[in-house]
C-alpha cells in the first residue's frame, strides 16, 4: 500500500508537467521550440533537485531533510505506525485528485488547440538553396531531430551527461577521485574509466535506432526519391555520427586533462570513443531496418518502447562490456581490436545488405 501511495506523486508531477506542455504546445506558434524549452527546463530542475537532495548533509550527520518525509512516512508505516501512512496517504491522494480536476476542467480547450492550431503558410520569398543530395538528406534528419523534443532529449541526454561529467573531471577533479575510490574504482587504469564512461554514455545515443521508424507513413516518400538506398541509409549514418563527433573530440580532451592522461593515452581514448560512436550508429540503424514500426501512434512509441531501440541499447552495451573484458584479458590493443572489428562487421553488413533490407520494409 506504501508503494502505491508513493508512486502517485510522480504520477502527479508527470501530469501537471505534461497538461502544462500540451497546453503551450497547442497556444504556441513555435511549437517545437516551445516544447524543447520546457523539456531543457524539466531537465535541468530535475537535475537540481536530485543533486540538492544528495547533499552531504545526511553522510556526514544523518539528518534527513524535509525532502526526505515521505519516505519517512512510508518507513513508519511499513513498521505499523497508522499515523505515518496516513499522511503519506493524504499526500497523496489530494494533489493527485487536484491535479486531475484543475486539468479536467481544460481539457477539452487543451485538445481542440492542439487539433486546431493555425497553420501558417509555406509560401514565402526567398532565396533558393541548391546542394547536393547528401547534404538535404543529412539536413532533413537534422530538422527531424530538433523538431521532435522526445527524439532528441532522449536520444541527447547521454551527450549532455557525458559533456557535464567531463567538466567536472576537470573542474573538480579530488571530488570525482574521492568518487571513484567510493566506488572502488581507484585501482582501475584512469583511460580504462573514461573509456568505459564514454562508451556508456554513446551507447545511450541510440539515434539512428529510430531513425527509419520515425519516417512513419510518409516512408513512401523516401522511398521515392530519386536516390539509392546505401544513400538514405549512409545519410541517417553519417547525421548521427556527424552530431555525436564534437562532444567525442571535445569530452575525450577534457577527461584527459582532468584525468591528467598522457598524449597518448588521450589519442588511444579518443580513437577507441570514435570507433565505439561508429558502430553505435551503424548498429543501430541495421536494427531499425530489421525491426521497423512504421504505424507507431506517436513518435515516444518510437523512440521510448520500440524493439529497435530495445535491441540497440543491448548491443552497444554489449559491445562495452566485451571489448572491456578483452581490455582485462589483453589490455589497451585488445580492446581497441575489438571495436575495430565490430565497427568493419556492421560496416560491412550495412553495405552489403542494408538496401534490400530497406526495400523489403512494406508499409
Known amino acids: 500500500l506504501g508503494g502505491v501511495l508513493l508512486a502517485a506523486l510522480p504520477t502527479t508531477l508527470a501530469l501537471l508537467f505534461g497538461f502544462v506542455m500540451a497546453a503551450v504546445s497547442g497556444w504556441c506558434t513555435r511549437r517545437a521550440l516551445a516544447e524543447n ?9 530535475l537535475c537540481a533537485v536530485m543533486l540538492g537532495m544528495n547533499t552531504p548533509t545526511f553522510y556526514q550527520t544523518g539528518e534527513i531533510g524535509a525532502w526526505a518525509a515521505p519516505f519517512v512516512w512510508l518507513a513508519d ?16 491522494v489530494v494533489p493527485l485528485l487536484a491535479a486531475g ?9 487543451v485538445l481542440a488547440a492542439l487539433t486546431q492550431r493555425r497553420g501558417k503558410s509555406d509560401y514565402r520569398l526567398g532565396r533558393l538553396e541548391s546542394g547536393t543530395a547528401r547534404r538535404a538528406l543529412v539536413k532533413k534528419e537534422w530538422q527531424r531531430w530538433v523538431n521532435t523534443p522526445i ?15 567531463s567538466v567536472a573531471v576537470v ?38 535506432a529510430s531513425a527509419v521508424s520515425l519516417e512513419g507513413r510518409s516512408f513512401w516518400v523516401l522511398r521515392s526519391l530519386p536516390l539509392s538506398g546505401r544513400e538514405i541509409l549512409w545519410a541517417k549514418a553519417l547525421f548521427h555520427y556527424l552530431v555525436c563527433l564534437p562532444f567525442v573530440l571535445l569530452c575525450s580532451l577534457l577527461l584527459g586533462v582532468g584525468g591528467r592522461l598522457s598524449l597518448a593515452d588521450t589519442a588511444v581514448l579518443l580513437l577507441l570513443c570514435l570507433c565505439y560512436n ?18 507507431a501512434v506517436n513518435d515516444t512509441v518510437v523512440v521510448k518502447q520500440s524493439a529497435a531501440v530495445g535491441t540497440a541499447l543491448l548491443a552497444d552495451f554489449g559491445l562495452m562490456l566485451l571489448g572491456g573484458a578483452a581490455w582485462w584479458l589483453t589490455g589497451t590493443l585488445g580492446c581497441l581490436a575489438v571495436v575495430l572489428l565490430a565497427g568493419a562487421v ?3 553488413l550495412l553495405w552489403s545488405r542494408g538496401e534490400a533490407m530497406l526495400e523489403a520494409i512494406a508499409l
Do not use: H
Open 171 to 208: 573542474v573538480q577533479r579530488d571530488q570525482v577521485m574521492e568518487l571513484l575510490a567510493s566506488e572502488g574504482l581507484d585501482q582501475l587504469p584512469l583511460l580504462a574509466v573514461a573509456a568505459g564512461f564514454s562508451a556508456f554514455v554513446l551507447g545511450m545515443t541510440t539515434i539512428t
Open 278 to 295: 561508429w558502430y553505435v550508429a551503424l548498429a543501430g540503424l541495421l536494427i531499425n531496418l530489421r525491426w521497423p514500426k512504421l504505424d
Open 101 to 109: 480536476i484543475a486539468c479536467g476542467r481544460f481539457y477539452g480547450s
Open 346 to 348: 556492421v560496416t560491412w
Open 77 to 92: 508505516g511499513c513498521l505499523g505506525d497508522a499515523a505515518g501512512l496516513a499522511k503519506l496517504a493524504v499526500l497523496a
Open 37 to 45: 524549452l520546457m523539456y531543457l527546463a524539466g531537465t535541468v530542475l
Open 151 to 165: 527524439y532528441l532529449f532522449n536520444t541527447g541526454i547521454g551527450l549532455l551527461l557525458y559533456l557535464g561529467a
